[in-house]
């Protein structure tokens, strides 16, 4: 979840005809520019030629389905300066929200950790300053190991810097690929705030899939938004929303199709945002 606006119309509902209609001749005076932008869109541009032919590629992303396209832009945003701020502006959701409004998932997460002495090892996928890794350094007995993946550099070697003399361990890298290169049996995954909607369903499924088998007997928490409209019962693909155009992705039914039992999900809202919450275990066979 996003305060900063570098990502421009911030919902691709409310963009105005005539920025469509110039935005789309944009594209099409400069055709060179437009390939360059899809392959390596920017989420910070300052030209306002790019910024039209973005805002086009963009509606024709949503329109078409072209999800990779949109995981590209989500990662130039969290990769630059705009995700390095992040835990500035934001650090005060995990007091404010996660300590007081989700305390009943942490209790069903603490639960199932200590209910299953084989799941020893602790990722957190998109760890942003930290917070929720001390926590359960703190809060959690028995850990072997504990690592936070994030995609910002310079935050990760804040985070180096800052827990030097704990056993927390952090590592600047894309966190899926991350965790299918190094992540061992019997780990719990963790995502808090919002991390896996900036990836595409299909590589969601294969964080699942793999955290199911080869990095199995393992646990998955992830605590993610969701777009206000979706019916979990009955919701089909993923699909962009909102904001930022992030991916709202069904946890419950993506992790049940990757064989994990749900053992716990709630529902809040933070700021604004429909937050779900999903507990998940799997024990491989």
């Known amino acids: 979840m996003s305060v900063s606006s570098t990502l421009l119309p911030r919902n691709h509902q409310t963009g105005s005809q005539p920025r469509d209609i110039i935005g789309e001749l944009l594209a099409r005076m400069f055709p060179a520019r437009r390939r360059a932008i899809y392959r390596r869109p920017s989420s910070d541009s300052a030209n306002i030629i790019d910024r039209g032919i973005l805002f086009h590629l963009k509606k024709r992303a949503v329109r078409e389905g072209r999800s990779r396209f949109l995981q590209r832009l989500h990662s130039d945003f969290w990769a630059g300066k705009n995700g390095s701020v992040f835990s ?28 299953n002495e084989s799941v020893r090892h602790i990722v957190e996928i998109g760890t942003c300053s930290g917070l929720l890794l001390q926590y359960l350094n703190q809060n959690l007995n028995g850990i072997e190991s504990i690592t936070g993946i994030d995609i910002n550099e310079t935050q990760i070697r804040e985070n180096q810097k800052r827990y030097a003399n704990t056993r927390l361990q952090f590592h600047h890298a894309n966190g899926i690929e991350w965790v299918i290169e190094n992540a061992k049996p019997g780990t719990m995954f ?51 929303f909102g904001d930022e155009l992030s991916f709202s992705h069904n946890y419950p039914k993506l992790l049940t199709e990757a064989r994990f039992t749900i053992l716990n999900k709630g529902e809040s809202y933070c700021e604004g945002y429909r937050m779900l ?5 799997r024990n491989p066979r």
């Open 190 to 240: 963790v995502t808090n705030g919002g991390v896996l909607e900036y990836f595409t369903q299909r590589d969601v499924e294969s964080l699942f899939e793999f955290a199911g088998s080869k990095a199995g007997p393992s646990i998955v928490y992830c605590s993610e938004p969701i777009a206000d409209d979706v019916d979990l019962d009955h919701c089909g693909d993923s699909t962009p």
């Open 88 to 115: 500035t502006n934001c650090d005060h959701r995990f007091q404010n929200h996660f300590l007081a409004k989700q305390q009943a998932d942490f209790n069903a997460m603490s639960h199932a950790w200590h209910a």
């Open 277 to 281: 919450a999903t507990l998940a275990i």
